[in-house]
């Protein structure tokens, strides 16, 4: 079965960096979408960064010219550089990917548990 499991969350200073990483593990036939979605409680889970299979990306407004979204295809990994962090980017951050399991009938969303970024001003 498909696993993502993210990693590098943490508490760090306003003005901070971090750096996510997520892994898609098991029997994979093809990815189109990578993905990174954050959630305040009491919010809706919103879109943050994503790359597409041919390389485009996009980016929430509040974090463009701060965030990169970054992968190696090969090792069906993933990454989000976050730099200048504000408090206002706490939040559990959430690594998604459309992509096709292998024995699958097509491609389908898959999570990861999530980890918690915390920013303090």
């Known amino acids: 079965q498909v696993q993502l499991v993210e990693s590098g969350g943490g508490l760090v200073q306003a003005g901070g960096s971090l750096r996510l990483s997520c892994v898609a593990s098991?029997?994979?036939?093809?990815?189109?979408?990578m993905g990174w979605y954050r959630q305040i409680p009491g919010n809706q889970r919103e879109l943050v960064a994503r790359i597409f299979s041919g390389g485009s990306t996009n980016y929430a407004d509040s974090v463009k010219g701060r965030f990169t979204i970054s992968r190696d295809s090969a090792k069906n990994t993933w990454f989000l550089q976050m730099n200048g962090l504000k408090p206002e980017d706490t939040a559990v951050y959430y690594c998604?990917?459309?992509?096709?399991?292998?024995?699958?009938?097509?491609?389908?969303?898959?999570w990861g548990q999530g980890t918690q970024v915390t920013v303090s001003s």
């Open positions: 998604n990917s459309l992509l096709w399991e292998s024995g699958g009938t097509g491609p389908r969303l898959y």
């Open positions: 098991g029997s994979i036939n093809s990815i189109n979408t």
